[in-house]
């Protein structure tokens, strides 16, 4: 790229929306209806229905703030349908940052001794190949966390023949596909109560649910077995759901309807809890010696944490690293002005966190506007005492702690895994609490 590709943008922007899912569509639809004058660009998908502005095939490569300006200048790569790039810079007050923690390049991908000696295809889930035909072929998919478990009876549903490999256990419970109570509720009350009492229903359940876990391990532990036993019946050794670990310390997998559970009884899907030794020409070997028979290899081994989508962030002409600063309320970066993070729960539904997260950055430019402050900048207390962002033990995120950002001991830093503290600290805790400064 030359300056001549460069494009500058001339008015800089309120807010800049960095993302195309959930949150992305979230906080374009936030600002929309609670901040209508603020003028900003939404990067979603095309049937999201909520476009305005739509920059496809860009890709941010670094935000650089000035304290002088008050503005952020993104570099961002723009790729043309003829697979030209050229470097355009947008200016903004503001960055809303909705990518989500994990990398888009590349997900986790342990080598295996002999993979080259397998004559079949290896795919990770992250990039399924689109015209892939699996039909009656057979697939060892290679994990046992919620890719596996969703991956397992889709296949086998399709025709394929399935074997889940693990090496080491999950629980696993069958929730219903269908909510009765939410549809009943449906029948006799007005939709939009029927849906939010439907909401505040899975919501607390949830909350009840992840509590009992973390102050009554024990109990929550054989509850789980229970209804993992009734679902396996005699024909499934319960060896293979039974973790030597407390539930939550990793996440919990749901399986809608049972349909794994379903697929293991009627032997449409094997299960297998043993180590790999090494791929061969026709699967895999294990270190009990026995061997699967694979025409294809999936490796469902997990994701890659990536807080910002290898975004370098500089401030003042200093570059940040996101694992050396510390989560304000778990939305914004000690020392880094104007910048909004969105991280969903790791015990609820993601897009809770989102809304709550949306809520808080409307509420905090509307203050801004009032007060007339062009900067708010979380600054860090040397005293704090830095904690890991997550509290999980599960590989993808022990392997992804030094590029998280950091938690506190203190409440302002503490990163809440519970819904309801959340919405009460964004609705009704005070913006000018002294960590929060304004300028």
């Known amino acids: 790229m030359n300056k001549q590709q460069e494009q500058f943008q001339p008015a800089p922007l309120d807010v800049l929306i960095i993302g ?20 900003y660009i939404e990067e979603i ?46 200016r903004t007050r503001f960055i809303a940052s ?34 892939l035909d699996y039909q009656g072929k057979r697939i060892v998919v290679i994990g046992s966390g919620a890719t596996a478990v969703t991956l397992v009876p889709a296949l086998a549903e399709q025709g394929a023949r399935v074997t889940m490999l693990q090496r080491s256990h999950s629980y696993i419970f069958a929730r219903p596909l269908v909510d009765r109570l939410a549809h009943a509720m449906q029948r006799w009350l007005p939709l939009p109560l029927a849906y939010r009492l439907t909401r505040w229903k899975n919501v607390l359940l949830g909350q009840r649910f992840f509590r009992n876990a973390r102050t009554r391990p024990g109990p929550t532990r054989e509850y789980l077995l229970h209804l993992a036993q009734r679902q ?10 039974t973790p ?68 370098r962030l500089e ?26 993070l969105t991280f969903g729960y790791t015990n609820a539904s993601w897009t809770l966190k989102a809304e ?8 905090l430019l509307r203050y801004m506007d009032r007060k007339g402050a062009r900067i708010a900048v979380a600054r860090r207390d040397p005293a704090v005492k830095a904690l890991p962002f997550l509290d999980f033990s ?27 503290k959340d919405k009460y600290m964004i609705q009704y805790g005070r913006l000018d609490d002294g960590v929060l400064q304004f300028q």
């Open 20 to 39: 195309a899912g959930l949150s992305g569509i979230g906080a374009a639809r936030a600002l929309t209806d609670k901040c209508p004058d603020k003028r």
């Open 45 to 90: 998908a095309e049937e999201s229905g909520a476009i305005h502005n739509i920059r496809f095939c860009h890709q941010v490569m670094s935000a650089s703030w000035s304290s002088d300006e008050g503005l952020w200048t993104v570099r961002v790569k723009a790729t043309d349908r003829t697979g030209q790039t050229r470097e355009e810079r947008i």
């Open 98 to 131: 909705c990518s989500g923690y994990y990398s888009y390049d590349e997900g986790y991908r342990p080598e295996f001794p002999g993979e080259s000696d397998f004559t079949g295809q290896i795919i990770h889930p992250q990039f399924w190949p689109e015209q």
């Open 232 to 241: 396996v019946g005699s024909e499934v050794d319960m060896k293979h759901f």
């Open 244 to 311: 030597d670990y407390r539930p939550w310390d990793q996440r919990v997998c749901a399986v809608p309807d049972g349909d794994l559970f379903h697929m293991l009884r009627s032997r449409r899907v094997d299960i297998v809890t043993d180590t790999i030794d090494r791929f061969t020409p026709g699967g895999i070997r294990l270190a009990s010696g026995q061997e699967l028979e694979a025409d294809i290899i999936v490796t469902a081994t997990g994701l890659k944490l990536n807080a910002l989508g290898d975004v």
């Open 315 to 340: 401030v003042d002409g200093k570059t940040m690293a996101v694992a050396d600063c510390m989560a304000y309320k778990g939305m914004m970066l000690s020392d880094v002005p104007n910048l909004m």
């Open 356 to 363: 709550l997260t949306c809520n808080y950055m409307t509420r």
């Open 394 to 420: 599960s590989g993808y995120v022990q392997r992804g702690v030094d590029v998280m950002p950091q938690q506190g001991d203190r409440e302002c830093w503490r990163v809440h895994q519970n819904y309801l």
